[in-house]
């Protein structure tokens, strides 16, 4: 359970990163933008010099459903590594929310070497990863963009590709925010 007024909070955050980005409430919050604004480096394997091939070829390839993004904390600039494998709308969910534990200040849990790549990575505890969730799918699908959706009138398939998010995220973000129940109560009252 989320500690009192973090949902709230969340919201307000998505809409007044946006206004500081000089975009509108409703306008689509690209994640290397926000990355750009938390001065966040973004690569993918493949630009990490010191990586060898073959881990490269195996993180993109046949170890590619075993990860999705992760970040390298660093005292000048943190670092993120996503997977160039996944569809742009999930590159971009994975962007946020790795973003989402940046901008809330996380530190990781534990860390481990992964049996597979080799790779030291970090993990957050289970409330740090349902905070930046959370936070996340407010950030690309705030409760203001998913009103404007509805009111514009637009298919799921418009949005998702406007917002750059997958039909499942749309769909979550609707439900859970309590906007598919508002639109449908709406709908009941006008008919």
Same mark, same amino acid.
């Given at each position: 359970? /989320?500690?009192?007024? /973090? &949902? ?23 994640? +290397?933008? $926000? ?13 990490? &010099?010191?990586?060898?091939? *073959? ?5 993109? =390839? ?12 660093? &005292? ?5 590594? /996503? !997977? ?7 590159? !971009?969910? *994975? ?7 940046? /901008? $809330? ?12 790549? =080799? $790779?030291?990575?970090?993990?957050? *505890? &289970? ?11 407010? $950030? ?23 917002? =750059? ?9 609707? !439900?859970?925010?309590?906007? !598919? +129940? ?10």
């Amino acid at each position: 359970m /989320f500690r009192r007024g /973090f &949902k709230s909070w969340c919201e307000e955050t998505a809409i007044n990163v946006r206004q500081h980005q000089g975009l509108s409430a409703t306008a689509p919050l690209p994640p +290397l933008a $926000l990355a750009r604004e938390l001065r966040v480096t973004v690569i993918q394997p493949s630009d990490l &010099k010191d990586l060898p091939s *073959d881990v490269c070829r195996r993180l993109v =390839g046949k170890h590619s459903d075993s990860w999705s993004a992760l970040t390298i904390p660093s &005292k000048r600039r943190p670092l993120i590594v /996503f !997977n160039p494998a996944h569809s742009a709308a999930r590159q !971009n969910s *994975d962007l946020m929310h790795e973003l989402a534990h940046i /901008f $809330l200040g996380h530190k990781p849990t534990r860390v481990f070497i992964d049996p597979h790549t =080799g $790779l030291a990575l970090r993990t957050h *505890d &289970k409330e740090q990863e349902e905070e930046a969730s959370w936070l996340a799918g407010c $950030l690309m699908l705030p409760r203001e963009v998913l009103l404007h959706i509805k009111a514009d009138g637009l298919t799921d398939e418009t949005a998702c590709r406007h917002y =750059g998010v997958s039909a499942k995220m749309l769909t979550y973000r609707m !439900n859970v925010s309590g906007v !598919n +129940l508002q639109h449908r109560r709406g709908q009941a009252w006008r008919s």
